[in-house]
């Protein structure tokens, strides 16, 4: 099946390591690709999105994400993480369309712990 | 600018209950809408999804139907909740392929 993969369910960072969070999808052809995040009693809002152009995109927050398209990857990354980063994050897909409909697919998520 | 309201934030019913949620988008025009339930450590699972009024589509069989009866507001509904629909459920719109923009969800609670 069609699927958004996330390996890193739970992460625990001191304060000023650094973080990648891996994304792996299984849809061919061209897909979308964003990254959400959910801070603790906040509602889901979006971290970046790729949708063509330079697979390096920068987003809120001095995150950035990298689109390899032969690994099917989208990797999160910061180079230096904070205490108010702990956070949930989500990867999803936008795959191509089925039926004229968009149907975004998330990964199961990943705890972000950030000790001070 | 757009908005997207969901309510009510949180809700405790019996097993057997009927349940509605209503969810409004303001400031867009026939938005795609969707109904996700959140459960921890296995993300969001897409339970509905509207392009438009009176076309609903269901991904995932269960106790739960959904409706959109004008543009902007979709409704998840049950005639006869049941334990399992406990959960986290989340509204969502957007523009054919662009991002997401969620609502603050509902903590539903069946006892």
């Known amino acids: 099946a069609q699927s958004v993969s996330q390996h890193n369910h739970h992460v625990i960072l001191s304060e000023a390591a650094s973080l990648e969070l891996g994304c792996n999808y299984s849809y061919g052809g061209t897909v979308n690709l964003f990254w959400y995040v959910q801070y603790p009693g906040q509602h889901l809002q979006l971290l970046l999105k790729?949708?063509?152009?330079?697979?390096l995109v920068k987003g809120i927050k001095g995150f950035e994400a990298e689109f390899i398209k032969s690994k099917f990857s989208f990797n999160l990354r910061k180079p230096s993480v904070q205490w108010s980063d702990t956070a949930e994050y989500f990867c999803a897909v936008n795959p191509p369309p089925s039926g004229g409909s968009y149907i975004p697919t998330f990964g199961r998520g990943t705890s972000l712990i950030v000790h001070p | 600018s757009q908005t997207i309201h969901q309510w009510p934030a949180t809700l405790v019913q019996p097993v057997g209950s009927p349940l509605s949620l209503e969810c409004t988008v303001e400031g867009t025009s026939n938005p795609n809408l969707y109904w996700y339930r959140q459960a921890a450590g296995r993300g969001l699972q897409l339970l509905f999804y509207s392009v438009g009024i009176g076309q609903i589509s269901s991904e995932v069989p269960q106790n739960l139907s959904a409706s959109r009866p004008q543009d902007r507001q979709f409704i998840l509904s049950s005639k006869k909740l049941l334990l399992s629909d406990s959960g986290f459920y989340l509204c969502?719109?957007?523009?054919?392929?662009?991002?997401?923009?969620f609502g603050n969800g509902t903590r539903l609670t069946v006892t």
């Open positions: 790729y949708f063509s152009g330079d697979p």
């Open positions: 969502a719109w957007s523009e054919t392929d662009s991002p997401l923009h």
